[in-house]
């Protein structure tokens, strides 16, 4: 393998500076390369259950989560909207996913959002911060400026620095579970998108342009695993909803090592053509990730 096809292969699972002069880490991430697909794509059970297979078959939570790690979960529990309403990150999954966590011997999982909503009213009414407490994690608050610390993103086209929740500095593992849904800014919200309530002046998205903003938040951290909950699917009225009419029942999910990947196949469930979706295209030109799902390896699982 030449020089270029191994630093394609690292950065399209995460894996960058440092990280690829440490020989043993290099073998372990072509291993998990050659032993596990990228993405896999979950049809037909409950959130749990889809979540256990989807993971299983990309290695089981132990290629995830070390013993004695802090792993940071990032729902969208952004909307006073109950679970039924579909605007939020489905709770059973986020239970699933806190629990397997602490199962593979995570010393804290944390699970928070900056909101749209009153935040105490969306942790308690989206049903996530009940799941979250009850598979043993700590829903954090992410209501005020001082909670945020100013970084700068390499790369980054219109946004050069950002405030982002510091809990997302200070984490060992980061798992970004969004839900699937339209929204009438970004056409539709997922994986990349999802990160917008890691930061604290949402507001700048819009005045800079949103996509690139989106693709551009992309860089800072990338989530060693991306679950898209597309259980109960908004695919109008989004990003909050106004009826049940708004909502397919799909019972699916998307887990994926590359965001990108994770959006692409998401958008392709919505029914949208991923490189008519800016946000992706762009941030698979910066090289955040693949829009190349057979490449990176897919197993389809029905239940």
Known sequence: MDRREFLKRAAALGIGGAALLVPR??????AAARSHPGLAAVRGGEPGEMFDRGVAALGGMGRFVKKGQTVVIK???SWDVPPEGGANTNPAL?????????EAGASKVYAFDHTCDLWRRSYKNSGVEDAVRRAGGVAA???????YQKVSIAGGKVLKEVSVHELLLECDVFINVPVLKHHGGAGITMGMKNLMGTVWNRGEFHSKGLHQCIADISLFRRPQLTVIDAYRMMSRNGPRGTSPGDLRVLKAQILSTDIVAADTAAARIFGADPANVAYIRSAAGMGVGTMDLEALGVERIAL
């Open 141 to 147: 608050p992410a209501d005020s400026g001082g909670y």
């Open 75 to 77: 729902p969208n529990m």
């Open 94 to 102: 986020v239970e699933r996913i806190v629990k397997r966590c602490l």
């Open 25 to 30: 880490s290099v073998r372990s991430v072509f």
